[in-house]
């Protein structure tokens, strides 16, 4: 049974960070376009990515994650309607452009073990992603950024680690 929740979880989060973009590069033409201008990219270093991620917060429609810039530490939490779960583990950059995320998901159900993986490139200061296992890449952060940004829902602080908490007591 485990091994089935650590799929769905994984699945959801995914799912839950790619939400905001959708309907951002929906048309085949764009996506082709996109994906040939992300593989003539460079993977970003992890020097990198620890800069851009650590000590944010990852806002998402139903929740957030934060990468605390402290002994790598991950924490996020997510909840739709009823349904919630969060999730505590630690996260890790590679020099291949990669972004990890290692954490034990729990919910009222139980908990299980899930890694989420992004892969990061860029060129003349755009950044491109896509999840590791399947999706589309797309525009993560425009030169100059652009309103619709997914990188402009990296915030500075931790703003998840007291829901992160209130729903451990909920457990």
């Known amino acids: 049974m485990y091994p089935i929740r650590s799929i769905i979880v994984s699945s959801a989060f995914s799912v839950l960070l790619l939400a905001g973009n959708a309907g951002a590069a929906s048309k085949a033409e ?3 376009a996109t994906a040939k201008l ?8 992890a020097t990198a990515l620890e800069k851009l991620y650590a000590g944010h917060t990852w806002k998402w429609k139903t929740g957030g ?3 605390s810039d402290d002994q790598k530490k991950f924490a996020a939490w997510s909840r739709k309607g009823a349904a919630w779960s969060y999730g505590e583990g630690r996260w890790y ?3 291949a452009g990669k972004l990890c995320l290692r954490a034990l998901w729990s919910s009222k159900e139980g908990g299980s073990g899930a890694v989420t993986c992004f892969l990061h490139r860029e060129k003349d200061g755009v950044i491109y992603q896509k999840p590791n296992l399947g999706g589309s890449w797309y525009v993560f952060r425009h030169n100059p ?6 990188a402009l829902k990296l915030v500075e602080g931790d703003r998840v680690s007291k829901e992160v908490s209130r729903l451990k007591g909920n457990r």
């Open 145 to 150: 950024a652009q309103e619709g940004d997914e």
């Open 93 to 95: 950059a590679t020099n």
């Open 30 to 32: 764009t996506d082709d």
């Open 65 to 67: 994650g934060f990468f």
């Open 38 to 45: 992300a593989t003539a990219a460079s993977p970003m270093k």
